[in-house]
């Protein structure tokens, strides 16, 4: 995004240098009305919204070079075109905010420590407080919008590393204790050898 201003700065040195070649130099400055002092480039609206363009990310995605429109007007409080794909919206920058959450790992005490024993139940759990939600929001303020994503736990599943041992998948078995003024949340789960019916 672009103010007035700096779409000026940003396009007047490439028409100077010449490479794009007179024709197309011309048609850009009659677009952007580059010769009124007063009104080129949407000065009288400065303040009042921003040009738009395309960025490209560096990795160079599969269809990175699918947009060919040029700079666009929006007023602040507008939505962009709606022909202009992946423009800025609040839909967009949830999907960003989704892909860079990153949910903790969860640490499992087991009872017996270390080794199980054959027949011997054992027992796992987790410190609920750390059975949590994790956000992030991604916003563009100049804009003033924002989404935030949140990914919030719902389950934890016990793989016993066997094919005969039994899978757990624990949801709100929740235990509190007390002491003092400390309050904890463990969610415990037992597992044990398959019996048969």
Not at 103 to 112: H, I, M, Q, R
Not at 151 to 162: C, M, Q, R, Y
Request: net charge negative; with cysteine; hydrophobic share 35%.
């Amino acid at each position: 995004m672009f103010t007035p201003e700096e779409l000026q700065n940003h396009l007047e040195p490439i028409w100077d240098a010449g490479s794009t070649g007179y024709e197309w130099d011309a048609k850009q400055r009659e677009k952007y009305d580059a010769d009124d002092e007063e009104k080129g480039f949407h000065k009288d609206k400065s303040g009042k919204g921003y040009w738009w363009g395309s960025y490209v990310d560096r990795s160079f995605p599969p269809g990175w070079d699918s947009c060919t429109k040029d700079y666009f007007w929006v007023d602040t409080g507008d939505d962009p075109p709606a022909d202009v794909e992946n423009a800025i919206s609040t839909e967009i920058l949830a999907e960003l905010a989704y892909a860079e959450i990153r949910v903790p790992g969860t640490e499992v005490t087991l009872a017996p420590a270390g080794a199980t024993k054959v027949n011997l139940p054992t027992w796992a759990w987790l410190d609920g407080a750390e059975f949590k939600p994790v956000s992030v929001t991604a916003s563009v303020p100049v804009l003033g919008i924002s989404a935030t994503a949140t990914a919030e736990p719902v389950a934890l599943e016990i793989k016993p590393g066997t094919p005969t041992r039994r899978r757990i998948r624990h949801r709100a078995c929740a235990r509190s204790t007390t002491a003092g003024s400390a309050r904890s949340t463990r969610r415990a789960t037992r597992t044990g050898p398959r019996r048969a019916a």
